[in-house]
């Protein structure tokens, strides 16, 4: 992305798709690859509030706090630790903490303490965050289906699928998160 240049700053500059980088110099991005980073920035950022408010609107649940419904509902015993549960929703510790404290006071979670680890604590689905969830999937399910899935066609969603775990593969190995769980296949 080139940032713009105020108006008493000199300009920057100009990318071309084939000069290389100077070295230790700016990889600017050029006139294609701009389109491309801001048509998948302003799609993803419109998708996940979309997907949101059709949770918040319907079901009275955060998209994020879904997410983690989600993650208990497929793991073992429907319950995590809860530093695999911040790991495997991508979130920061502290931030599952205050989730896991707002979905207690609904009663869809509650935390008991590990047997295997004085200190660690577990995020356990209820069967109320269970109910809660099953309320909400159709829904939710339906927003992804026709905000995503219905606009592509088949090959669209193979090329998807692939950038996209193209990009998740290059992201946790270079540390950026936590390795993603894969989904539970039935």
Known sequence: MVPSAGPAAAPLPAPTADAPAPAGGTRWLD?????VWRAYLSATQLLTDRIDRQLQHESGIAHTYYEMLVRL???????????????????????VSHAVARLEERGWIRREACETDGRGYLAVLT?????????????HVEAVR???????????????????????????????????PPVRED
């Open 31 to 35: 006139a294609d690859e701009q389109v």
């Open 73 to 95: 509902s497929e793991a073992p015993g429907r319950s995590l630790r809860m530093s695999q549960l911040a790991d495997s929703s991508l979130s920061s510790r502290s931030r």
């Open 127 to 139: 069967d109320a965050g269970f109910d809660a969830l099953a309320a909400a999937a159709p829904g």
């Open 146 to 180: 026709s905000n995503l899935f219905d606009v592509l066609d088949a090959e669209q969603v193979k090329q998807l699928g692939e950038i996209a775990q193209a990009m998740l593969a290059h992201l946790t190995a270079t540390g950026a998160v936590s390795p993603v």
